[in-house]
DNA sequence: TCTTAGCACTCTTTATCACCGAGTGCTAAA
DNA sequence: TTTAGCACTCGGTGATAAAGAGTGCTAAGA
């Protein structure tokens, strides 16, 4: 059933004020808005409807009324107005970015850093990987004493390398002729198409080599699926100065879940088409965190990686101010990496000699 | 001057019951303990002198005492006995550090985690890099149009590389001149030695490839100089659990000052010689943290590389078993480590492509 | 001279109670 | 359909009292 005008209006601003205050909303004062041509009455009237139609609720009989879920969740859907950064804002974006992100190495941390100032709220970062990843070329380099040196260099020009000790004495000529067939039969392939069939061709082709291709494909394997890195994740002290959090028992459990859940499980939440994805409460990945809400986007990092980003705050959020914050700030990292052009993530995640190599 | 047995008995166990309750002690508590042969009385006069002598301190006229800064100190240095790991202990610990030591990967951010874990406090963990790191090989591969891939072998055996673009057409031949020479003349330098005139001499010799010397030579300086790698924190609503932080504004105050002081600010303190260090309260980073102390470690990776952990907590912790707990887990990550003996923690700091290269 | 029992004093903590104010729901009138 | 009015509910505040914990000091005892 659809809400009528004056319902939404009045469900709009009881949001709003909510967001802004953090204190339940009384009927006086939405009738005192200036373009509010109701009585308090009357709004008192509608208020009750809208409670027992689910979209708000009353801590207790003499308190005003604070959004449910449902009614946050029809607000982002429907109701809420689009911020418009102000210049300032932009500008101020703009500078904080072109400062940190100086420090190339650490670009995913120092992305969450910013947003989570930009917001004051806890953020999170993370850059993903595609399936689309395939290897783009091999080279093989012979070290020293019993040793050579893997270079993969992958679709998206990222390098990565491994260092692998010789089982057994090899010459330079026997590795040139694994790097052929490596570079033969396996780029260009992504991690569903390696099979165990192709596994065994390869290796009646590499002759003398044979033994390395086990370890030179589990390699090539984990690099392909790692569709992950590090999640970074900042600012959570932010939180504390929330009303919400004023209850030091629920901000502990929302910490906690911060630390373990949220961090798991919110990529796999990430629907693949829209771009920008907000969580409301009980929406939520973990049970635990029935009153925090999760913003979210995506952004291009070069072909075949995704960056996300996101913060993470009380359901009570301006969810207008952090959505426009976020995506401008994913538009300006996505422009910046396309500038680039060489992808300019790497190492997200880290290569690795196992001691079995 | 120093204190009597008796004095230092019971400040002793003033400072231990005190760990455990996070109560100002009273004198009759102690007075009650087994082997205190002495009445609440004695216990006070005594108490009354440590008073004054700025061990112990009172939150109010009717209160029992809690330690002050000096006290800690006292304890920490000379009176706490040691904490011996039971083998439950020692064995959940073993446990543990296998099961997450597996995803390679990301050594250093499962290591905070699992201290962590195992302290129940933040942790931190870092790897630090050592000035006597210096580049035991290069390798020149030609790319596909006009790039080449830089590999350069550490002393540390870790393996770097970097995608950079050629700014004029050089054949395979004029690469691996530039390889030669630099092989030559560049290895086996620490950061220090590398040196203006060395640079111009490199390019002198460098042929086609002049043009490249200043490219390589950044590259390789940064790989030298950079000293650390990303600092991971985990488990800060650990702390929250801790009583001296159910004030929320302290709580928030701590919170934010483990964001950005300690993480920036730990390394420096970190002495040379000592592998465990304990800063109590006010000796610590930040004024901020005056009832906060760190307690950390060092452990050791591989060839020019440490590891540092440690965990953030109230004044009032157990220093004994957290030093111990954190010791051994130091000395099993550096058995780990040495077991290995390829150094395991590789790509801590991201290796990059510059947009200028 | 050192120890200890005893007691007055201080200060915090907790409980109780009354009161105020904010806000609602309902009724009746416009 | 809207609105004014009013009784009712309930959390918040502040004052007061009572209880409890612990100390410091004094004076007696070993």
Known sequence: MELSDRKKKILRAIVDLYIRTAEPVASKTIAQMPDMDFSSATIRNEMAELTTLGYLEQPHTSAGRIPSPAGYRLYVDELMQDYRLSTDETKSINQAMELKMQEVDKVVSQVGKLVSQMTNLPAYAMA??????????????????????????????????????????????????????????????????LSPELLSRVTRSAGNAASLVPVVMEFVTSLLHQ????????????????????????????????????????????????????LVGPENVSKELRDTSVVMTKFDIGDGMQGLIGVVG????????????????????????????????????????????
């Open 227 to 278: 569709e992950r890195g590090e999640v970074y994740m900042t600012g959570q002290a932010k939180l504390l100065g929330q009303p919400e959090y004023h209850d030091i028992d629920k901000a502990q459990k929302m910490l906690s879940a911060l630390d373990e859940d949220v961090v798991s499980n919110l990529p796999a939440a990430l629907s693949p088409d829209s771009r920008t994805q907000i």
């Open 128 to 193: 993903a990987r595609s399936a689309r990843l395939t290897v783009k070329r091999f080279d093989l380099i012979l070290a020293d004493s019993g040793s050579f040196i893997l270079v993969v260099m992958l679709s998206d020009s990222s390098v990565k390398n491994k260092l692998i000790r010789l089982p057994v004495e090899l010459t330079e000529a026997d590795l040139k002729l694994l790097g052929a067939v490596l570079n033969a039969s396996v780029t260009e392939l992504t991690a569903e198409q």
């Open 314 to 357: 009380p359901t009570r959020m301006d969810y207008a101010q952090i959505t426009a914050r976020l995506s401008y700030f994913a538009e300006n990292l996505s422009r910046m990496f396309q500038k680039n052009q060489t992808p300019a993530i790497e190492g997200l995640e880290n290569k690795h000699n196992d001691p079995e190599a």
